[in-house]
């Protein structure tokens, strides 16, 4: 778990996470009307229905055929409720970042293109796959998950305490991806644990069965009074057998420039790094049932992170506008090994979905604690000098996940969905302080032995959960329908307090337990205004798994569930003869048994605290007169207490 116990009085972030045990708006052109003829999403192309990705039906397109602006605009399929619908037909706060809109703004990682989407907050601690990720004002107060995230059918991550899920939010090279689906708001009832405060969609390019391909590119950047980076991309699309086989690979890495001076040391641009991202997909596609085979590995490396030190009383920078004070390298890597199959299978009066996902993930953050533990040298040990300090965080994570669901045909009286799902990871986390003199030589001995490891320990844990979903919308009129959806989950899990050794812990083990059941709901009533416009409310329920506490006097042995539930009320719909686009939403959210860190004898724990609110509103626009321009304005403004 990572928990703070001292801030670095110069650094503009925590740098040292808990002792012994604890350790542990603007923007312009969303791709709500995106425009990629080139994604199997095109609104010349027949719907994907041959593709895993449940895509069972073609959006209609606009009648108007004199100009293909009302077209652009009303084929933007997302799978939000895990089926086919345009996005206009949602009744939630969503907004999609698109292929095209990714490739044209250079994104590389979550936070360049998070500002496309309203009320979407990511924080990077300085490079990518160190990413936070919240929406509506449902903050990271816990070391577990508050927004889910999936990859294509499979949730992707932790839903545990002990694998720091808030601190790594999955930030992938954006490569070989038709659209990244942002879902804001809690998605209990279909995306289970962890998705209390939204829902991050990672949607990838599937294999063409008629279309050979291929596409490579490139480019070259520069930095600043800092290095050059470079990117290179190649991808390919194979049908070996036309209409029945075919297969994709892709593959892409981006080297990124430095341009952070350690001043202490006098090295410049110390945080330069790389990317990479390697995908093969299969599709076979049958009379009645498609199979579809994934693996993909992704990697980052950073040499150091790119913070800027901050003086503590007037917060300028202490050495320079781009300047850190490095008393120990800051590494960090991160790789995800993921495996996923997928199979649909058309019963003619509903369709089959089997979802399985597979991921083995490696973590590795050295954190500078000079600052925090330096002195320990000189004014506990009675050194000359104070140390150097560093603190290394492993996690490791094997994760698998089946899910099982039964959905009803689309555009019917009544649209069902029925399902189970599994999820059983296994994680360890492994933390450690050392001591060094200054330089980074080992103390001299006796000290050394003794001291130069202050803590190290590991947290093993599991996670198992098993859950049964079921959502149903009837529509009475043609005018007015109403959705609902209901979710019960269990989670069982297992873990233990390993201290191995450390002048600040006492070795030892102390394992824990806990298991809980939760239950969560939605209730959706929507009213078409029109042809192309609708008003919408929405109640829903989510949650945030609670789990067995770190072993102190006075710490709860375990924290519960914290839940919550959201009121929304929204209208969507496209106005001025079909050139413009206006999702409006309003909300209100009542939080409950927040997860909060909680200091015992200057060691810290999760306790469930009180409650909390956040109210706010979102506006996502977009106008398009033609295919030749488009200006999109988003705006949210969020208080919460």
Same mark, same amino acid.
């Given at each position: 778990?990572?928990?703070?116990?001292?801030?670095?009085?110069?650094?503009?972030?925590?740098?040292?996470?808990?002792?012994?045990?604890?350790?542990?708006?603007?923007?312009?052109?969303?791709?709500?009307?995106?425009?990629?003829?080139?994604?199997?999403? !095109?609104?010349?192309?027949?719907?994907?229905?041959? !593709?895993?990705?449940?895509?069972?039906?073609?959006?209609?397109?606009?009648?108007?055929?004199?100009?293909?602006?009302?077209?652009?605009?009303?084929?933007?399929?997302? *799978?939000?409720?895990?089926?086919?619908?345009?996005?206009?037909?949602?009744?939630?706060?969503?907004?999609?970042?698109?292929?095209?809109?990714?490739?044209?703004?250079?994104?590389?990682?979550? !936070?360049?293109?998070?500002?496309?989407?309203?009320?979407?907050?990511?924080?990077?601690?300085?490079?990518?796959?160190?990413?936070?990720?919240?929406?509506?004002?449902?903050a990271v107060l816990s070391s577990g998950s508050t927004v889910g995230t999936y990859l294509d059918e499979t949730p992707v991550g932790s839903s545990g305490l002990y694998q720091a899920a808030t601190n790594f939010?999955?930030?992938?090279?954006?490569?070989? #991806?038709?659209?990244?689906?942002?879902?804001?708001?809690?998605?209990?009832?279909?995306?289970?644990?962890?998705?209390?405060?939204?829902?991050?969609?990672?949607? *990838?390019? $599937?294999?063409?069965?008629?279309?050979? !391909?291929?596409?490579?590119?490139?480019?070259?950047?520069?930095? *600043?009074?800092?290095?050059?980076?470079?990117?290179?991309?190649?991808?390919?699309?194979?049908?070996?057998?036309?209409?029945?086989?075919?297969?994709?690979?892709?593959?892409?890495?981006?080297?990124?420039?430095?341009?952070i001076d350690d001043t202490v040391h006098g090295n410049q641009n110390v945080n330069s790094g790389s990317q990479t991202s390697g995908r093969v997909s299969l599709l076979w596609q049958g009379d009645a049932v @498609?199979?579809?085979?994934?693996?993909?590995?992704?990697?980052?490396?950073?040499?150091?992170?790119?913070?800027?030190?901050?003086?503590?009383?007037?917060?300028?920078? #202490?050495?320079?506008?781009?300047?850190?004070?490095?008393?120990?390298?800051?590494?960090?890597?991160?790789?995800?090994?993921?495996?996923?199959?997928?199979?649909?299978?058309?019963?003619?009066?509903?369709?089959?979905?089997?979802?399985?996902?597979?991921?083995?993930?490696?973590?590795?953050?050295?954190?500078? *604690?000079?600052?925090?533990?330096?002195?320990?040298?000189?004014?506990?040990?009675?050194?000359?000098? $104070?140390?150097?300090?560093?603190?290394?965080?492993?996690?490791?994570?094997?994760?698998?996940?089946?899910?099982?669901?039964?959905?009803?045909? @689309?555009?019917?009286?009544?649209?069902?969905?029925?399902?189970?799902?599994?999820?059983?990871?296994?994680?360890? =986390?492994?933390?450690?302080?050392?001591?060094?003199?200054?330089?980074?030589?080992?103390?001299?001995?006796?000290?050394?032995?003794?001291?130069?490891?202050?803590?190290?320990?590991?947290?093993?844990?599991?996670?198992?959960?098993?859950?049964?979903?079921?959502?149903?919308?009837?529509?009475?009129?043609?005018?007015?329908?109403?959705?609902?959806?209901?979710?019960?989950?269990?989670?069982?899990? =297992?873990?233990?307090?390993?201290? #191995?050794?450390?002048?600040?812990?006492?070795?030892?083990?102390?394992?824990?337990?806990?298991?809980?059941?939760?239950?969560?709901?939605?209730?959706?009533?929507?009213?078409?205004?029109?042809?192309?416009?609708?008003?919408?409310?929405?109640?829903?329920?989510?949650?945030?798994?609670?789990?067995?506490?770190?072993?102190?006097?006075?710490?709860? @042995?375990?924290?519960?569930?914290?839940?919550?539930?959201?009121?929304?009320?929204?209208?969507?719909?496209?106005?001025?003869?079909?050139?413009?686009? #206006?999702?409006?939403?309003?909300?209100?959210?009542?939080?409950?048994?927040?997860?909060?860190?909680? @200091?015992?004898?200057?060691?810290?724990?999760?306790?469930?605290?009180?409650?909390?609110?956040?109210?706010?509103?979102?506006?996502?626009?977009?106008?398009?007169?033609?295919?030749?321009?488009?200006?999109?304005?988003?705006?949210?403004?969020?208080?919460?207490?």
């Amino acid at each position: 778990m990572n928990r703070s116990i001292c801030r670095n009085t110069y650094r503009s972030a925590p740098l040292v996470i808990a002792i012994a045990g604890a350790l542990s708006l603007l923007a312009c052109g969303v791709a709500m009307a995106e425009d990629d003829s080139s994604s199997p999403l !095109s609104p010349d192309q027949e719907s994907v229905s041959k !593709s895993p990705n449940p895509v069972t039906k073609k959006i209609p397109a606009a009648e108007d055929s004199s100009a293909n602006k009302a077209v652009n605009l009303e084929t933007i399929v997302v *799978t939000a409720n895990k089926r086919a619908q345009n996005i206009r037909d949602v009744a939630s706060g969503i907004s999609v970042v698109g292929e095209q809109q990714i490739e044209r703004s250079n994104a590389t990682q979550l !936070s360049d293109y998070a500002d496309y989407v309203p009320g979407f907050q990511v924080t990077s601690d300085g490079t990518p796959g160190q990413t936070r990720v919240s929406m509506r004002g449902i903050a990271v107060l816990s070391s577990g998950s508050t927004v889910g995230t999936y990859l294509d059918e499979t949730p992707v991550g932790s839903s545990g305490l002990y694998q720091a899920a808030t601190n790594f939010a999955l930030d992938l090279l954006p490569y070989d #991806i038709a659209r990244v689906e942002v879902l804001r708001g809690p998605q209990g009832t279909l995306y289970g644990a962890g998705a209390m405060g939204g829902l991050l969609k990672y949607v *990838t390019i $599937p294999p063409d069965l008629e279309t050979y !391909s291929l596409r490579v590119g490139g480019g070259v950047s520069d930095v *600043t009074s800092g290095d050059s980076g470079n990117d290179f991309r190649f991808g390919a699309n194979l049908p070996l057998v036309k209409d029945q086989l075919a297969l994709r690979v892709g593959y892409a890495r981006n080297n990124l420039p430095g341009y952070i001076d350690d001043t202490v040391h006098g090295n410049q641009n110390v945080n330069s790094g790389s990317q990479t991202s390697g995908r093969v997909s299969l599709l076979w596609q049958g009379d009645a049932v @498609s199979v579809q085979l994934g693996a993909m590995r992704q990697t980052i490396k950073s040499d150091n992170n790119a913070t800027v030190a901050l003086d503590p009383v007037t917060m300028r920078p #202490i050495g320079g506008d781009l300047s850190n004070l490095v008393s120990v390298n800051e590494p960090f890597s991160k790789s995800i090994d993921y495996y996923s199959g997928t199979v649909n299978w058309d019963l003619g009066w509903s369709d089959f979905v089997s979802a399985t996902g597979y991921s083995d993930t490696h973590t590795k953050r050295r954190q500078d *604690t000079t600052v925090a533990y330096g002195n320990f040298a000189d004014l506990a040990l009675g050194l000359p000098a $104070p140390g150097s300090s560093y603190f290394d965080t492993g996690l490791n994570l094997t994760k698998f996940s089946q899910e099982f669901r039964l959905a009803s045909k @689309s555009d019917v009286r009544f649209e069902w969905l029925v399902g189970t799902f599994y999820t059983h990871e296994k994680g360890n =986390q492994n933390q450690a302080i050392f001591l060094n003199q200054l330089d980074g030589s080992p103390l001299a001995d006796p000290y050394g032995a003794m001291f130069g490891t202050l803590a190290s320990l590991e947290l093993p844990a599991t996670y198992k959960e098993t859950a049964i979903f079921a959502n149903g919308t009837y529509k009475f009129t043609d005018q007015f329908k109403l959705g609902t959806g209901v979710r019960y989950a269990k989670n069982d899990q =297992q873990f233990s307090q390993n201290n #191995i050794a450390g002048a600040l812990v006492t070795v030892g083990q102390e394992p824990g337990s806990s298991s809980e059941g939760v239950f969560t709901w939605s209730l959706t009533p929507q009213f078409e205004l029109s042809e192309h416009a609708m008003v919408y409310g929405k109640v829903a329920t989510g949650y945030q798994p609670g789990g067995p506490n770190v072993a102190f006097p006075g710490l709860p @042995s375990k924290v519960d569930s914290s839940t919550l539930t959201s009121y929304e009320l929204g209208t969507k719909g496209l106005f001025v003869d079909k050139t413009v686009q #206006i999702d409006l939403a309003a909300f209100h959210i009542d939080w409950k048994n927040i997860q909060v860190p909680a @200091s015992f004898g200057g060691k810290s724990g999760l306790v469930n605290g009180g409650k909390a609110t956040s109210d706010g509103a979102e506006l996502a626009s977009v106008y398009r007169p033609n295919s030749s321009f488009e200006l999109g304005f988003n705006a949210a403004y969020t208080k919460a207490n």
